[in-house]
């Protein structure tokens, strides 16, 4: 994990985040018991844990990005199940066997730990205190992998995650956690009759991410709900929600009501300048470099091909990147389209778990700094 690039003090440029989940290469099952095990043990695994959670972050912070995600490296909902007493797994998803509540040797997620605890060494590695982005998964995609679901669900998941939030909201002279972003990627793929509008379900999802980013903004942290589809509108009636992010070509950043509702409710966006999905790269690019129309089957075929090659070493992964121009562009019309003071942040649309390798990663990230300056 190389440093490179140093994050600027006082930054004149639009500010930066990432969303957090990176590719990981190495000894994973070794990572996963020092995930595990973080905090109540100091051994060989805990400690490669914590090299690899501290490196990742500071590397992120030396792309250039003001406000790095803690690396996200782990299955994100397990994570958080993990973290929860009262659940039990079958063969059909987890089901409540007693009242939800935090794990007491389990209350504060390891990788932000790792930070803290690393906090004095990162802040003379970057010349000036830290900020850092907490991802927690919110309470309607942890419910999907429940077997049983009923219209209290969604009460009882975020009275829990938001006790996990505030437990994890630090602020030290070194570094602090500035945005909690709650991530609800499941949110609006599924008829869900639990959703259904006048629904009590619904009413109780919307009380719930209140409950979480009221807890949030009382520990001094932005919130922020990262979503992949906005085509269900319950976000904007959350009062102490303050960012909103979705993906790079969600109609969300081009409509007149996103910029009437941004006004109307005082949000703000997080402007998705980046593609991550690797798959949709490699496509674009294969597309855009062909002359002729090409049948699905054909763009698929190409696309099974390079992944030969990536896996092979054969081809240089960051050939299928976007170039810091078009990502400069999408931030300029974004910013054009809802005015500068409705953008709090640019960056990545999601994480980078798909990358083929460590390195196209943090140059995607390099890009997106890059943007951000030279608007």
Same mark, same amino acid.
């Given at each position: 994990?190389?440093?490179?690039?140093?994050?600027?003090?006082?930054?004149?440029?639009?500010?930066?985040?990432?969303?957090?989940?990176?590719? $990981?290469?190495?000894?994973?099952?070794? $990572?996963?018991?020092?995930?595990?095990?973080?905090?109540?043990?100091?051994?060989?695994?805990?400690?490669?844990?914590?090299?690899?959670?501290?490196?990742?972050?500071?590397?992120?912070?030396?792309?250039?990005?003001?406000?790095?995600?803690?690396?996200?490296?782990?299955?994100?909902?397990?994570?958080?199940?993990?973290?929860?007493?009262?659940?039990?797994? @079958?063969?059909?998803?987890?089901?409540?066997?007693?009242?939800?509540?935090?794990?007491?040797?389990?209350? @504060?997620?390891?990788e932000i730990q790792a930070i803290k605890n690393r906090s004095h060494e990162i802040y003379e590695k970057l010349a000036l205190p830290?900020?850092?982005?907490?991802?927690?998964t919110g309470p309607y995609t942890i419910?999907?992998?429940?077997?049983?679901?009923?219209?209290?669900t969604f009460t009882r998941l975020g009275n829990v995650l938001a006790q996990i939030a505030e437990a994890n909201i630090f602020s030290t002279k070194h570094g602090s956690v500035k945005l909690v972003s709650v991530d609800e990627p499941v949110f609006g793929f599924i008829d869900d009759p639990l959703l259904d509008r006048g629904s009590e379900g619904r009413e109780n999802l919307l009380k719930s991410w209140e409950t979480m980013m009221q807890t949030i903004r009382a520990k001094g942290a932005q919130t922020c709900l990262h979503l992949h589809n906005t085509t269900?509108?319950? $976000?904007?009636?959350?009062k102490s929600l303050n960012i909103i992010e979705s993906h790079v070509n969600d109609p969300f950043y081009q409509t007149k009501r996103t910029k009437q509702q941004l006004e109307a409710t005082d949000k703000h966006l997080k402007a998705s300048i980046a593609v991550t999905d690797f798959d949709q790269l490699i496509r674009d690019h294969i597309v855009a470099r062909s002359t002729q129309k090409l049948s699905e089957s054909t763009v698929n075929e190409q696309i099974a091909d390079v992944w030969k090659n990536l896996n092979s070493k /054969?081809?240089?992964?960051?050939?299928?990147?976007?170039?810091?121009?078009?990502?400069?562009?999408? +931030?300029?019309?974004?910013?054009?389209?809802?005015?500068?003071?409705? @953008?709090?942040?640019?960056?990545?649309?999601?994480?980078?778990?798909?990358?083929?390798?460590?390195e196209s990663a943090i140059e995607c +990230?390099? /890009?997106?700094?890059?943007?951000?300056?030279?608007?």
């Open positions: 994990m190389s440093n490179t690039i140093m994050v600027e003090p006082f930054p004149s440029m639009t500010e930066t985040c990432d969303v957090g989940s990176m590719p $990981f290469f190495g000894d994973f099952k070794r $990572f996963m018991e020092g995930a595990s095990s973080y905090g109540r043990l100091v051994n060989d695994s805990t400690t490669f844990f914590e090299n690899e959670i501290v490196s990742g972050f500071v590397d992120k912070a030396q792309a250039g990005i003001h406000v790095p995600n803690y690396p996200q490296l782990r299955d994100m909902i397990q994570m958080f199940i993990d973290m929860i007493e009262g659940l039990a797994k @079958i063969n059909g998803g987890y089901i409540e066997t007693d009242t939800l509540s935090v794990k007491a040797e389990k209350s @504060i997620v390891s830290f900020r850092l982005r907490v991802s927690i419910s999907q992998v429940f077997a049983y679901k009923d219209k209290n269900d509108e319950l $976000f904007w009636e959350v /054969r081809i240089d992964p960051t050939i299928f990147l976007e170039d810091a121009d078009v990502m400069k562009q999408r +931030l300029k019309t974004i910013v054009e389209r809802f005015g500068e003071n409705s @953008i709090s942040y640019a960056g990545p649309e999601c994480g980078m778990r798909s990358f083929p390798t460590y +990230l390099k /890009r997106v700094s890059q943007s951000c300056k030279s608007r």
